[in-house]
């Protein structure tokens, strides 16, 4: 199992472009989060989802959309990127009713915008 | 809202001191009250789990303790290794999102 895969994991945007963080999670989990995370503010939740085609904003929304049309994959789109979405990106999976039901995380997409 | 406060920020001890992290939370009606650790660069590694004030959790040095509206990463006699952030988070009322404080950085020298 690869667990969560992020990609890319670096990226530098200019002012007012768009782009798509990509998470997949192999292990079948329902449950699927965005965070972003700035130097000493811990991580910041963005959306979730619950399930295929259900999501919820989280903390942090503004600026950011999600889709979660299979179980796999739940990507984060920025449109519009501006300077205050510097920033590094995680996505988690998390299987309710699966034992502890912890979230696993991705290795991060560290992201730019200039 | 939820809120999630974690303290101190930052912690230097030398090898063997052990001490406490503290992590206190709002929501009532706790659905999961979860602990990780963050090397730098890296994703958050899931320690532990606490659903019930009374229960305790332990690994290796780390033990996760659970009152009602705080828990308690206890760290004995921490090595070099131990160096890290530390992340609690809790589930919400309805268990679906999960709220992390800001960490706390651990220091430990030799």
């Known amino acids: 199992n690869a667990g969560v895969t992020q990609t890319p994991k670096f990226r530098i945007l200019k002012i007012g472009q768009s782009m798509t963080l990509q998470c997949a999670q192999d292990?079948?989990?329902?449950?699927m989060y965005w965070y972003r995370q700035d130097p000493g503010m811990g991580l910041k939740l963005i959306y979730y989802?619950?399930?295929?085609?259900?999501?919820d904003k989280g903390e942090v929304p503004n600026g950011y959309n999600v889709s979660r049309s299979t179980t796999e994959d739940f990507p984060l789109r920025l449109e519009l990127a501006a300077p205050s979405q510097t920033s590094v990106y995680f996505c988690?999976?998390?299987?309710?009713?699966?034992?502890?039901?912890?979230?696993?995380f991705g290795q991060g997409t560290r992201l730019t915008v200039v | 809202e939820d809120q999630v406060t974690q303290s101190p920020e930052a912690l230097r001890l030398q090898e063997g001191e052990s001490s406490s992290l503290n992590c206190s939370y709002t929501v009532s009606g706790l659905r999961g009250l979860f602990w990780y650790r963050q090397d730098p660069g890296k994703g958050p590694e899931f320690l532990f789990t606490?659903?019930?004030a009374g229960e305790e959790k332990e690994k290796e040095r780390l033990k996760a303790t659970l009152t009602k509206k705080e828990s308690f990463l206890h760290i004995t006699a921490p090595k070099p290794e131990d160096s890290a952030t530390y992340l609690c988070?809790?589930?919400?009322?309805?268990?679906?999102?999960?709220?992390f404080g800001k960490g706390t950085t651990l220091s430990v020298s030799s």
């Open positions: 988070a809790e589930a919400g009322q309805a268990g679906t999102a999960l709220i």
């Open positions: 989802s619950v399930g295929a085609g259900i999501t």
């Open positions: 988690a999976s998390r299987g309710i009713g699966q034992g502890t039901s912890e979230a696993f």
């Open positions: 606490l659903y019930s």
């Open positions: 292990m079948n989990h329902n449950y």
